[in-house]
Nanobody, 129 residues
């Protein structure tokens, strides 16, 4: 099973940019579809986007479409989340997740009977106004 470690979180001003990384170790990274999620204080975990095993296709939640970009480098076993035009409401703990099935990543936050095979531990992003 792959293990995931997020990094790159921190404090950024509104309008700024930040790139998060999710480093994978263990089982073959390229055998997993990957996704990014976030959880703000007092709120449910939210799906942000997902990427196929090859990186050829990406899917985004409407809340971040056009501002966030997901990419992966299978040679480096790393997933990325490029975040632009950040807003105070983007403040949250950001998590990466892995599952062999892309659809599971998309629905896991809305289907209580589903869970991902692997979650990272999260990294905090704080956007100041």
């Amino acid at each position: 099973q792959v293990q995931l470690v997020e990094s790159g979180g921190g404090l950024v001003q509104a309008g700024g940019s930040l790139t998060l990384s999710c480093a994978a170790s263990g089982r073959t990274f390229s055998s997993y579809a990957m996704g990014w999620f976030r959880q703000a204080p007092g709120k449910e975990r939210e799906f942000l986007g997902a990427i196929t095993r090859s990186g050829g296709s990406t899917y985004y939640a409407d809340s971040v479409k056009g501002r966030f970009t997901i990419s992966r480098d299978n040679a480096k076993n790393t997933l990325y989340l490029q975040m632009n035009s950040l807003k105070p409401e983007d403040t949250a703990v950001y998590y990466c997740g892995a599952d062999p099935i892309l659809h599971t990543l998309v629905i896991v936050t809305t289907d209580k009977d589903r869970d991902l095979e692997v979650w990272g531990q999260g990294t905090l992003v704080t956007v100041s106004s």
